[in-house]
Nanobody, 116 residues
């Protein structure tokens, strides 16, 4: 059974940092063969792509709204993808989800709230 389990969310003040983790298990093929993505969904808004990383980690892309502040990385030995979020803003408040690209594998999400 495929599982993606996100963690690391919470309440943080504007300008603060959080690191999200997503641990994968049960994939048909090795985790290292999947490109991985982080999405987020704010209240009343559609889900949007935040960052993506290829299986090798060699190509990375970000939404314009998070460039320079967020960093995606992966540890294939731990079946884990990370999202380091710095200089957080109130508009980053959302539920963050990880996804194995081009599959229907999704986690249940972790809530990030940026507020003073």
């Amino acid at each position: 059974q495929v599982q993606l389990v996100e963690s690391g969310g919470g309440l943080v003040q504007p300008g603060g940092s959080l690191r999200l983790s997503c641990v994968a298990s049960g994939f048909t093929f090795a985790f290292s063969t999947y490109a991985m993505r982080w999405y987020r969904q704010a209240p009343g808004k559609e889900r949007e792509l935040v960052a993506g990383i290829l299986s090798s980690g060699g190509e990375i892309n970000y939404a314009d709204s998070v460039k320079g502040r967020f960093s995606i990385s992966r540890d294939n030995g731990k079946n884990t993808v990370y999202l380091q979020m710095n200089s957080l803003k109130p508009e980053d408040t959302a539920v963050y989800y990880c996804n194995a690209a081009f599959t229907n594998y999704w986690g249940k999400g972790t809530l990030v709230t940026v507020s003073s």
